[in-house]
């Protein structure tokens, strides 16, 4: 009757749901990744990486590897980063 279908359905619709939850995930997780790589490949450049929000604010995010100049003075040793 009807409480057998009800239950078919709510079967049917909780499979749908974990199938969507789990496609959203493998998504999410293709992105994280390729953002990932796109940082590794700009950050090897060493370059900033940036980007504009949807709402048209800037970020920026330098992520460079550190460059330290060691100059030798009459009087001293300075690093400069």
Known sequence: GVEE???ECSKYLALLTLHSI???FNCA???M???GESA???TSLN???SWVTPMGLPVV???RRPTSY???TALQQVTLL
């Open 33 to 35: 990744n390729w953002l």
């Open 5 to 7: 279908k009800v239950t």
């Open 29 to 31: 997780k293709d992105i």
């Open 47 to 49: 370059l900033p990486v």
């Open 70 to 72: 060691r100059v030798n």
């Open 22 to 24: 789990t496609d959203l």
């Open 61 to 63: 995010q330098p992520y």
């Open 40 to 42: 590794s490949l700009i």
